[in-house]
């Protein structure tokens, strides 16, 4: 679990990303396309090509983090915008991380009867 403080924002590059990249060049992406601050403590994301893969780079006061999650089966849902940065909440990371729709997740069906 990663312990993001309560303030920090979770922002969405949209589009894909070269996922060869590490912590510096996606900063870089950061401040430049995005023009948001990379040591700023908040979380961007980035999607690879083929959506199964995303980085996250976060600043924490005290060093630079970046973390990878690949899915095994299917894709992260992601915005179609082009060239912008998506703000979602840190509940919705959650759902993305997890391979669940953030945009409209849906709980699971539970029976209403017994037998």
């Not at 990249?21 to 980035?46: C, N």
């Not at 089966?73 to 509940?91: D, H, K, N, Q, Y």
């Amino acid at each position: 679990m990663i312990p993001v403080p309560t303030g920090a924002r979770v922002w969405l590059a949209t589009g894909h990303t070269d996922m060869r990249r590490g912590f510096p060049s996606l900063a870089l992406q950061v401040q430049e396309v995005l023009r948001k601050d990379p040591l700023s403590g908040h979380l961007f994301v980035f999607r690879g090509r083929r959506s199964d893969l995303v980085k996250v780079i976060w600043h924490d006061g005290q060093g630079a983090c970046l973390f990878t999650k690949r899915l095994e089966r299917g894709r992260f849902v992601w915005p179609s915008v082009a060239g912008e940065a998506v703000t979602i909440s840190l509940a919705q990371m959650s759902y993305l991380l997890s391979g669940i729709d953030w945009r409209n997740p849906q709980e699971p069906q539970r029976p209403t009867r017994v037998g």
